[in-house]
């Protein structure tokens, strides 16, 4: 299983990954802007990608825009992760190619309850 994580605060990033690694997701590659994560998709598939809506220089929700008719993305998970959760900003998510929708602060039942939905609904497992 490989995650994308795009987010740009350092804080979040640990976050992340310690909350990914202990849902058993280690193999966890991290994209600070939309440079990196376009490096990334570069280097493979990954069957969840969390991004951030608030990027420099990008907004997660161009950046998803952009990528999700990427050759390795297309049947990636796309979980938008962001301090914006008003029902409008949740629409526009969704709108952009995002899966699910998860806001921050990120609650560790919630994360877990999102990243199970949205393997099944990928057709992935954890095993």
């Not at 990033?13 to 849902?23: D, N, S, T, V, Y």
């Not at 190619?97 to 999102?114: H, I, M, N, S, T």
Request: with cysteine; aromatic share 6%; hydrophobic share 40%.
């Amino acid at each position: 299983m490989r995650a994308l994580v795009v987010e740009d605060n350092d804080v979040n990033i640990r976050l992340m990954q310690a909350l990914l690694a202990g849902k058993g997701i280690e193999d966890v590659t991290i994209a600070e802007d939309a440079n990196q994560a376009f490096e990334a998709l570069q280097d493979g598939h990954y069957e969840l990608i969390f991004m951030d809506i608030q990027l420099p220089w990008t907004d997660g929700l161009q950046l998803t825009a952009n990528i999700r008719d990427h050759p390795l993305v297309r049947d990636s998970r796309i979980i938008a992760v962001t301090a914006f959760s008003s029902p409008e900003d949740r629409r526009k998510a969704l709108e952009a190619g995002c899966d699910a929708f998860v806001p921050k602060p990120v609650r560790r039942e919630e994360l877990y309850r999102v990243i199970d939905e949205q393997l099944e609904e990928g057709g992935h497992s954890l095993d």
